[in-house]
């Protein structure tokens, strides 16, 4: 059974820096492709970043320059790095996991989800 597991959500101020990382257990993921999407009541889910495990990586165009998304195989995790942080950033921030080769800003295409991880940025 596959299991994602996020952490490092919390309260930020404005231009603020915080790291979310991402525990996956259950299956070998080396040829999964990872990714972070984030929520806020009464949107859909929205792309924010992914990633392989060769390290291939994309990005939403409202967080290029501002978040790294990165990756430990050793671990199994995934990280999100987010510097700069805006109060529009705050947002349920959830972990994914696509089993299909092929990096994919699409919620659908993704298999396994986490429970989520809250960001808060005041101002």
């Known amino acids: 059974q596959v299991q994602l597991v996020e952490s490092g959500g919390g309260l930020v101020q404005a231009g603020g820096s915080l790291r979310l990382s991402c525990a996956a257990s259950?299956?070998?993921?080396?040829?999964?492709?990872m990714g972070w999407f984030r929520q806020v009541p009464g949107k859909e889910r929205e792309f924010v970043a992914a990633?392989?495990?060769?390290?291939?990586?994309v990005y939403a165009d409202f967080v290029k320059g501002r978040f790294t998304i990165s990756s430990d195989s050793a671990k199994n995790t995934v990280y999100l790095q987010m510097n700069t942080l805006k109060p529009e950033d705050t947002a349920v921030f959830y972990c994914?996991?696509?089993?299909?080769?092929?990096?994919?800003?699409?919620?659908?295409?993704?298999?396994?989800w986490g429970q989520g991880t809250q960001v808060t940025v005041s101002s």
């Open positions: 994914t996991a696509k089993e299909t080769r092929g990096v994919s800003r699409w919620a659908d295409q993704y298999n396994y």
């Open positions: 259950g299956r070998t993921f080396s040829n999964y492709v």
């Open positions: 990633i392989n495990w060769s390290g291939y990586s």
